[in-house]
């Protein structure tokens, strides 16, 4: 069965702080690992799709990193308008092109 | 107006009842997705549908139906509603690219449920 678990559960930045979220995965073979975001009271929004360890994808101040067993989002000098939650999901190959989600990362950034 | 739309945002219900959550789509997409999202358990798959014609159950399908109207319809079903079925509901639909689907999917809003 695949696995997606992220770490941390909760994260409070201050302004300008820098960090990163952490999904660990397991499946078998993996066809791609894709980061969401979700803000309270919304459906979850695409931000990036990676299939091959060693691959990044960046987006304003996110930075995506992906390797054999884990994936990270890196926020560089965050914004309180990052604040969300974050989703990553893995999709195995073959099969029914499901994805497995992990429980999300609550991201706050104070100004 | 938003490419996939749900409806209605917000029920309160009472246990037995029958409930209908409809989804509707305007980005042109054949597969179109129901989950489930409750706190601390994250996103879970109810039922997928590929094409009109093409209805699957998801991991946690049990209590739920659904019917695939159109291609750009989608509804989801809760014959006797119970309380364990309070969640946030979310409709989702993805393209198809060469012989399989990408994982990027487009959500709805949500609707939420609460069962009394």
């Known amino acids: 069965e695949d696995q997606v678990t992220q770490s941390p559960e909760a994260l409070r930045l201050q302004e300008g702080e820098s960090s990163s979220l952490n999904c660990s995965y397991t499946v078998s073979g993996l066809r791609g690992l894709f980061w969401y975001r979700q803000d309270p009271g919304k459906g979850p929004e695409f931000l990036f799709t990676?299939?091959?360890a060693g691959e990044e994808k960046e987006k304003e101040r996110l930075k995506a990193t992906l390797t054999k067993k884990e994936s990270f989002l890196h926020i560089t000098a965050p914004k309180p308008e990052d604040s969300a939650t974050y989703l990553c999901?893995?999709?195995?190959?073959?099969?029914?092109?499901?994805?497995?989600f992990g429980k999300g990362n609550q991201v706050v950034v104070i100004p | 107006d938003a490419d996939v739309t749900q409806t209605p945002r917000n029920r309160i219900t009472k246990t037995g009842k029958r409930i209908m959550l409809e989804c509707s789509q305007t980005?042109?997409?054949?597969?179109m997705y129901w989950y489930r999202q409750d706190p601390g358990l994250g996103l879970r798959l109810i039922y997928y549908?590929?094409?009109?014609?093409?209805?699957n159950k998801g991991e946690i399908s049990d209590g739920y139906s659904v019917s695939r109207q159109a291609q750009a319809k989608f509804s989801l079903s809760l014959e006797s509603a119970i309380p364990n079925q309070t969640a946030l509901y979310f409709c989702?639909?993805?393209?198809?690219?060469?012989?399989?689907?990408?994982?990027?999917?487009?959500f709805g809003e949500g609707s939420r449920l609460t069962v009394l």
């Open positions: 990676l299939y091959s």
């Open positions: 549908s590929f094409d009109v014609k093409d209805i």
């Open positions: 999901a893995v999709q195995a190959q073959g099969g029914n092109n499901r994805l497995a």
């Open positions: 980005k042109g997409h054949d597969r």
């Open positions: 989702a639909t993805s393209e198809v690219k060469g012989k399989l689907g990408t994982g990027e999917l487009f």
